[in-house]
């Protein structure tokens, strides 16, 4: 029953779709939604500039549906009887074509206002060719995204279509209403988004670590299973606030307001991270793990109750004091800010602190999640999380301006709450307080050295923001805009490599004896990180105009922020490739059961960040800031290698320099291949610009990999037969 109901879900939103959303019988006007892609280019208020929208999400409901019902026919967890699938993916092909212009023709599709449309088209037209590995797709990544698709391809028509709405009105001289076509849409997306939340939540057909008996032993099948949901999570996180910061540019730009926000943003995770993120993985989940055996249930909903009593009393009062020390925290952190500036960011700092009570908690359930080796819905959290901003600039910056973020911010909290809690619905949670408990002081001894480390950090975030603050009113949005970029290839491939090899260096470190197999493993997990962050980083260099024009520069977000943004970025990149073999270094240590030697080394990064940062300041800006985080993480990178060598032993012998220089031979002529192609391309426009970024992105990787084979780099061909082996069992 249940996969007839998201197949009905998609059908009812279609159908309300190719519905009348205009229907005057007056005027004689019959609109549906797949008209309005082509109707409102003709308003002379969208050609003026004043009606300012993207025709092109017109055609969301079009694009998502084809590919939702090719990963819903493909699915082994929803099982569609064989007709049904043949049927499915003839749809999915029709609502691909349906995207076409009227009159089209090849010329035609290849002129600029039609680009994006033509690469929307032969996408959905070639994603059903991928069906043995969409087959594979995990349930929570799978119902993640159906639930995306049930949010996105909705709203943001529906939306467009009310900006619009007036001045089709205007237009006939007689008032426009909704027609029945859009709610009907509504109502089946809303549906599809319903169904997916509820599976998600229920948990069913996800891997067997979640809900398993938690006093099994991990086998190493369970644990990939594991980390393929974690990751899953982590990409889909990732991906969700790129959409996020994409919201933000687009209805707020890179103004002073955008950088308020981002101060008083961070403090909720600031504190999160010193009481709660910390403790989650060092003291929180190994304590709770002790008590996770189904006969100690009623033991572990105790410890849980007691943990959330007390932290959440400690929260609470945080909270107070923040409430009434609004302003003094927003000069602490935003001292450059006009006054009026500093004004809106106390306004914000006091709407957005109460999420951090709603955030603590969630942390909590987290660590009992993780104890109890149910991954899946920790995992999506964050990307819930995302969509509070995502919802709730559009539905209320009319009213609200720069404080709908604020708005933004619980709703994505309370979010991510909702989606963890039906899977503790076996543990029994009594809340109380009591500061004698044996669990909770042994969370607090093994916390309390990671503390050390966090508060340093924390003031290290604290003067970079106030020092931001004074180097212009929208420097802290340039460089957030900036960061968000950076973020991907480090999480994606340092920390994803890291975690990795953390397992195997901790086994390894057991046996003092095996130092040179400690090394030549570490070596390994170091030369992989080389190969895939030395051509991201070249070619996020390269690609920097492209990539942030596409992304950001719309709405509010001029190509005077793009400028700017463009320059962090580059200055950024100069620390990204010692921030990502940073990872696997500050892992080596933590396998020996060294957490004190990170932290001081980072306690000397910081020193090293403040130099250069009020050094280089006053001359340079914003730059001087951006430069001086690449000199923190120079420096961390290096002194962590000596410290290797003097504890350890030395990686020479390890084929490292000869990785790097084979991988900067190879990138140096991806650098040249892309700067040549996409310099053939116009850019003035956003089909121009996201071409750029689609030729340039696939030719230097294809320039990338052919160079790395000819000289027959080892890291590339382990990935090619980890593929090859992938594609052999599909």
């Known amino acids: 029953m249940k996969k007839w109901l998201f197949l009905l879900a998609l059908l009812l939103a279609l159908a309300g779709y190719w519905a009348p959303w205009v229907n005057h019988k007056a005027s004689a006007l019959v609109i549906t939604g797949l008209d309005l892609g082509e109707y409102v280019k003709f308003l002379p208020q969208f050609r003026s500039g004043e009606l300012r929208l993207r025709r092109e999400l017109f055609y969301l409901p079009l694009f998502l549906s084809s590919l939702s019902l090719v990963l819903m026919a493909s699915s082994q967890f929803l099982g569609?009887?064989?007709?049904?699938?043949?049927?499915?993916?003839?749809?999915?092909?029709?609502?691909?074509?349906?995207?076409?212009?009227?009159?089209?023709?090849?010329?035609?599709?290849?002129?600029?206002?039609?680009?994006?449309?033509?690469?929307?088209?032969?996408f959905c037209l070639a994603f059903p060719l991928a069906w043995p590995f969409w087959a594979r797709v995990p349930s929570p990544a799978l119902y993640s995204f159906l639930l995306f698709a049930g949010l996105v391809a909705g709203f943001f028509p529906a939306f467009y279509f009310e900006k619009a709405r007036p001045f089709i009105s205007l237009l006939y001289a007689r008032p426009i209403g909704w027609g029945w076509g859009v709610y009907l849409m509504l109502a089946g997306f809303g549906l599809l988004a319903g169904l997916s939340f509820r599976e998600l939540l229920r948990g069913r057909g996800h891997m067997?670590?979640?809900?398993?008996?938690?006093?099994?032993?991990?086998?190493?099948?369970?644990?990939?299973?594991?980390?393929?949901?974690?990751?899953?999570?982590?990409?889909?996180?990732?991906?969700?606030?790129?959409?996020?910061?994409?919201?933000?540019?687009?209805?707020?730009?890179?103004?002073?307001?955008?950088?308020?926000?981002?101060?008083a943003s961070i403090i909720p995770t600031m504190v999160y991270e010193l009481l709660i993120g910390g403790m989650l993985s060092a003291a929180l989940v190994p304590v709770l793990s002790e008590y996770a055996a189904s006969e100690r249930k009623e033991e572990l909903g105790r410890v849980v109750g007691v943990v959330l009593g007390v932290f959440g009393l400690a929260l609470a009062a945080v909270v107070a004091i923040v409430e009434l020390t609004a302003?003094?925290?927003?000069?602490?952190?935003?001292?450059?800010?006009?006054?009026?500036?500093?004004?809106?960011?106390?306004?914000l700092i006091r709407i957005v602190i109460p999420a951090l009570l709603v955030f603590g908690c969630s942390g909590i359930l987290t660590g009992l999640l993780y104890s109890l080796q149910r991954f899946s819905?920790?995992?999506?959290?964050?990307?819930?999380?995302?969509?509070?901003?995502?919802?709730?600039?559009?539905?209320?910056?009319?009213?609200?301006?720069?404080?709908?973020?604020?708005?933004?911010?619980?709703?994505?909290?309370?979010?991510?709450?909702?989606?963890?809690?039906?899977?503790?619905?076996?543990?029994?949670?009594?809340?109380?307080?009591?500061l004698r408990h044996p669990a909770l002081k042994?969370?607090?001894?093994?916390?309390?050295?990671?503390?050390a480390g966090l508060i340093v950090s924390e003031i290290q975030v604290a003067i970079d923001?106030?020092?931001?603050?004074?180097?212009?009113?929208?420097?802290?949005?340039?460089?957030?805009?900036?960061?968000?970029?950076?973020?991907?290839?480090?999480?994606?491939?340092?920390?994803?490599?890291?975690?990795?090899?953390?397992?195997?260096?901790?086994?390894?470190?057991?046996?003092?004896?095996?130092?040179?197999?400690?090394?030549?493993?570490?070596?390994?997990?170091?030369?992989?990180?080389?190969?895939?962050a030395i051509p991201a980083t070249v070619g996020l260099f390269v690609l920097s105009y492209p990539i942030i024009a596409t992304i950001f520069e719309h709405g509010r977000f001029t190509a005077y922020d793009t400028q700017y943004t463009v320059l962090a970025l580059k200055f950024y990149l100069i620390g990204l490739i010692f921030a990502s073999v940073d990872w696997p270094l500050n892992y080596a240590f933590y396998a020996r059961k060294d957490t004190i030697t990170p932290a001081a080394v980072g306690v000397l990064s910081v020193l090293v960040y403040l130099g250069v940062a009020?050094?280089?300041?006053?001359?340079?800006?914003m730059v001087g800031l951006v430069l001086a985080d690449s000199a923190k993480h120079i420096s961390h990178c290096f002194t962590m290698l000596f410290l290797l060598y003097r504890k350890v032993g030395s990686l020479k012998g390890q084929g490292i320099s000869r990785t790097v220089l084979k991988s900067g031979l190879a990138s140096l002529a991806m650098a040249f291949a892309v700067t040549e192609?996409?310099?053939?391309?116009?850019?003035?426009?956003?089909?121009?610009?996201?071409?750029?970024?689609?030729?340039?992105?696939?030719?230097?990787?294809?320039?990338?990999?052919?160079?790395?084979?000819?000289?027959?780099?080892?890291?590339?061909n382990l990935v090619k037969e980890a593929v090859l082996s992938r594609l052999r069992r599909a």
């Open 465 to 532: 923001r106030n020092l931001a603050s004074r180097t212009g009113p929208s420097s802290i949005a340039w460089m957030a805009n900036a960061t968000t970029l950076i973020q991907f290839p480090h999480g994606l491939i340092s920390i994803a490599i890291s975690t990795a090899i953390l397992p195997t260096l901790a086994r390894i470190a057991l046996s003092p004896e095996k130092t040179e197999e400690f090394l030549a493993t570490l070596g390994a997990g170091i030369k992989m990180v080389l190969a895939a």
């Open 677 to 716: 192609a996409i310099q053939a391309i116009p850019q003035g426009s956003f089909q121009g610009r996201l071409t750029a970024v689609l030729a340039g992105g696939a030719i230097g990787a294809g320039v990338y990999v052919a160079m790395a084979m000819l000289m027959r780099m080892e890291e590339v």
């Open 377 to 434: 819905a920790p995992a999506f959290g964050a990307a819930v999380y995302n969509l509070g901003i995502i919802l709730a600039a559009p539905l209320f910056s009319r009213f609200l301006d720069i404080y709908s973020l604020a708005v933004g911010i619980m709703m994505g909290a309370l979010f991510q709450f909702a989606i963890l809690v039906p899977s503790l619905r076996d543990i029994p949670i009594r809340l109380s307080i009591s």
């Open 327 to 347: 302003p003094g925290v927003a000069w602490l952190l935003g001292g450059g800010f006009s006054p009026q500036l500093r004004a809106v960011t106390t306004n």
């Open 614 to 621: 009020l050094s280089l300041m006053g001359p340079l800006g």
């Open 442 to 451: 042994r969370i607090f001894l093994l916390y309390l050295p990671i503390a």
């Open 208 to 263: 067997a670590t979640d809900g398993g008996s938690s006093e099994a032993i991990p086998q190493p099948a369970s644990i990939a299973r594991a980390a393929g949901v974690l990751a899953a999570g982590n990409i889909a996180s990732r991906a969700m606030g790129l959409v996020r910061e994409t919201i933000i540019a687009h209805f707020f730009g890179a103004t002073g307001y955008v950088s308020a926000f981002r101060v």
């Open 80 to 122: 569609y009887p064989g007709w049904a699938k043949v049927g499915m993916v003839i749809l999915a092909w029709a609502m691909a074509l349906s995207m076409l212009p009227p009159a089209w023709s090849p010329p035609v599709l290849l002129q600029p206002e039609f680009r994006l449309q033509t690469a929307a088209i032969l």
